[in-house]
Nanobody, 126 residues
Framework: QVQLVESGGGLVQAGGSLSLSCTAS????????MGWFRQAPGKEREFVAV????????YSADPVKGRFTVSRDSAKNTVYLQMNSLKPEDTAVYYCAADPNIIMSQLTNPGAYDYWGQGTQVTVSS
């Protein structure tokens, strides 16, 4: 049984930092694409950042470029999201996602990912 478990969310003031982690179990994700999406109240789930397969290549959404960094430790089946210079508009539930077969053109499509975590709340106060 595959499980993705996120941790590290919380409440922070604008301009602050938070670090999220997501550890997968039940199978190896060392060659899978792993990343992060977020969903704010009343909005659709949106792409944040992803680590593409085992290449080490990462992609980030424009609103978080230069502020958020995605990384991974394949040996630990873990993906991280370092969030700096947080803004109130970053407030959302952050979800970890993984998929071993996703193609590059679908990286930002949440419907293309097979495995999801339960989500962790990030709240940025102004």
């Amino acid at each position: 049984q595959v499980q993705l478990v996120e941790s590290g969310g919380g409440l922070v003031q604008a301009g602050g930092s938070l670090s999220l982690s997501c550890t997968a179990s039940g199978r190896s994700f060392s060659r899978a694409t792993m990343g992060w999406f977020r969903q704010a109240p009343g909005k659709e789930r949106e792409f944040v950042a992803v680590s593409w397969r085992s290449t080490g290549t990462t992609y980030s959404a424009d609103p978080v470029k230069g502020r958020f960094t995605v990384s991974r430790d394949s040996a630990k089946n873990t993906v991280y999201l370092q969030m700096n210079s947080l803004k109130p508009e970053d407030t959302a539930v952050y979800y970890c996602a993984a998929d071993p077969n996703i193609i590059m053109s679908q990286l930002t499509n949440p419907g293309a990912y097979d495995y999801w975590g339960q989500g962790t709340q990030v709240t940025v106060s102004s």
